[in-house]
């Protein structure tokens, strides 16, 4: 059974940091890509990064040069580091797990591509 749990959300101030964690189990951590996922209240469920199981990224404009996506096959660990946050980066954030036919994380980080979604972990940015 997979399961995904996701940490590190809370409140910071516009300009601050904050480092996601997503352990993960049920499934072969190394091989399968995944994703960050945001909700933002009153709007759709956006990708932000993605990594392939060969540690490959893939970022969505809004996010790049600030955000980094990284995992410890070790500790079957997806992280996400975010700095210089915005209020724009507020919602609630789930990591993801892509489907068995999907290797690579596309462009555009498609909500379509992920079979498994944890509980999600709230972000707050106060301007």
């Known amino acids: 059974q997979v399961q995904l749990v996701e940490s590190g959300g809370g409140s910071v101030q516009a300009g601050g940091s904050l480092k996601l964690s997503c352990v993960a189990s049920g499934f072969t951590f190394r091989v399968f890509c995944m994703a960050w996922f945001r909700q933002a209240p009153g709007k759709e469920r956006e990708g932000v990064a993605g990594?392939?199981?060969?540690?490959?990224?893939t970022y969505v404009d809004g996010v790049k040069g600030r955000f980094t996506i990284s995992k410890d096959n070790a500790k079957n660990t997806l992280y996400l580091a975010m700095n210089n946050l915005t209020s724009e980066d507020s919602g609630m954030y789930y990591c993801?797990?892509?489907?068995?036919?999907?290797?690579?994380?596309?462009?555009?980080?498609?909500?379509?591509?992920?079979?498994?979604w944890g509980q999600g972990t709230r972000v707050t940015v106060s301007s």
């Open positions: 993801a797990v892509c489907r068995e036919s999907v290797v690579t994380v596309m462009a555009g980080i498609r909500s379509a591509d992920f079979a498994y």
């Open positions: 990594i392939d199981g060969d540690e490959t990224p």
